[in-house]
């Protein structure tokens, strides 16, 4: 998977390819916990690109969104293709994340 990271109108998002798994989960977890560490709270994660996803990514998601939430932010998902999509709304946390 590539990961990638840019600023657009005050929040940091992160643009993933390819299949976000267990193989992935800490790279991308890495990532994101060290911007909300930096005082960047208000994450996106553009899952346009994301052809896989399975529970390790998605506890990934869940907890940088808890510690955004906890510094005051949120972590918002972008553009999510159509295997991800499937996966939030199967589980459910279509409901809990914002869905942009």
Do not use: W
Not at 79 to 84: F, L, R, V
Not at 90 to 100: C, H, K
Request: hydrophobic letters at 45%.
């Amino acid at each position: 998977m590539d990961i990638a990271q840019h600023t657009t109108d005050g929040r940091v998002v992160f643009t993933l390819t390819g299949r976000f798994d267990a193989h992935e989960a800490d790279a991308v977890k890495d990532a994101l916990h060290a911007e909300i560490k930096a005082g960047h709270s208000d994450l996106g994660v553009d899952l346009a690109g994301v052809v896989f996803l399975d529970s390790s990514a998605l506890a990934t998601l869940t907890s940088a969104m808890k510690r955004c939430r906890e510094a005051g932010g949120d972590l918002v998902l972008l553009s999510p293709s159509d295997p991800a999509r499937v996966i939030l709304e199967l589980t459910r946390l279509d409901l809990a994340f914002e869905i942009l």
